[in-house]
């Protein structure tokens, strides 16, 4: 069984009269991605924040490797990285003097080989020494993970670490996240980015209005959803608009510019096959279908909309 590295139990926060968190409860298996999932201000920075111990729970407690958040401090930050979502680096040094200054600071002996192997690891090398100022996006967001990896630490936390970035660069970036992974390192991300969290995570948590409406791998979150989906296309509008009548039942939606008509279905074929029946009964032929199952995305809305109690 996968060692616990990080336990999160009745956590509570609240700035002024705002309750940002409300008595949340996870667990983060040891060498596992796990993604904290949520909207702007549903808590999930401060979640990180009270993790990495920026700031205090006024309730509750947290462990991380073993060291409670707030009694210790020290070793919890001995464990740990933090990657925020600015790029905390120094725009007036080249990329390998930003790295061997972290390794100094960590008081590593051997700050040179540090850096130049993880500038080589971040595909840096061509770029070490050039100021921070000519860097793109995406290579500063490399960089800055970089520094965060500076002693090896257990457990990463990446605060929405593609936020910004274009598609290759967020494809790059999952890349090294994933590595991480495999190489032992516990990750814990957040993001809006729901096809991120489905890409990389072990494990996901949905935080909403301050309180864990949700926790579980990809399949167990979507099979919460049973209901899926059947596109049914047409070779004319007004056969589709028909089919929208015919299968009103199905609580169907149409795309009159693709001429698509999509229900929604419990995913047995049976109930397929009554669809289709009824459409060849109307005679409204169809041109094509396709079965769709429910995404992340589906779930997601579903449940920050109506709660995990309105699925």
């Known amino acids: 069984m996968l060692e616990t590295v990080i336990s999160v139990n009745n956590l509570e926060k609240s700035y002024k009269n705002v ?11 040891k060498g596992s991605i796990f993604a904290l999932l949520g909207s702007n201000g549903a808590g999930k920075t401060t979640t990180i924040r009270i993790l990495t111990t920026l700031i205090k729970p006024d309730r509750g407690d947290a462990q991380v490797c073993g060291a409670d958040v707030v009694k210790q401090g020290n070793k919890v930050r001995e464990a740990i990285s933090l990657t925020g979502q600015s790029a905390a680096v120094d725009d007036i040094l080249t990329g390998r003097e930003n790295l061997r ?9 051997n700050a040179k080989e540090v850096a130049d192997e993880l500038l080589e690891r971040f595909n840096l090398t061509d770029a070490a020494d050039r100021a ?3 860097y793109s996006g995406g290579m500063r967001r490399r960089l800055d993970l970089a520094m965060s990896l500076v002693g090896t630490p257990s457990v990463i936390f990446l605060d929405e670490p593609t936020t910004g970035l274009d598609p290759q660069s967020r494809m790059a970036m999952w890349k090294i996240i994933r590595e991480l992974a495999d190489g032992g390192t516990t990750v814990f991300l957040t993001t809006q980015y729901l096809e991120e969290a489905e890409q990389l ?6 935080l909403n209005e301050g309180t864990i409406v949700a926790d579980g791998t990809v399949a167990e979150l979507k099979q919460l959803l049973p209901n899926g989906h059947l596109e049914l296309r047409f070779a004319e509008l007004d056969e ?3 089919a929208e009548v015919a299968l009103a039942a199905y609580t169907p939606v149409l795309d ?3 001429q698509i ?3 929604t279905m419990d995913g047995t074929v049976k109930q397929m096959m009554a669809i289709l029946g009824e459409l060849e009964g109307a005679n409204i032929p169809v041109l094509e279908f396709s079965q769709k199952s429910p995404t992340l995305e589906d779930v997601f809305l579903k449940i920050v909309e109506h709660g995990k109690e309105g699925l």
């Open 19 to 29: 309750d940002v968190l409300k008595k949340i409860n996870f667990t983060v298996k």
């Open 132 to 134: 921070l100022a000519t």
């Open 201 to 206: 995570a072990d494990q996901i948590a949905i």
């Open 101 to 109: 200054l972290i390794a100094k600071l960590r008081h590593l002996p």
């Open 256 to 258: 009159e510019a693709a």
């Open 261 to 263: 008509v999509t229900v």
């Open 240 to 242: 589709a608009k028909q």
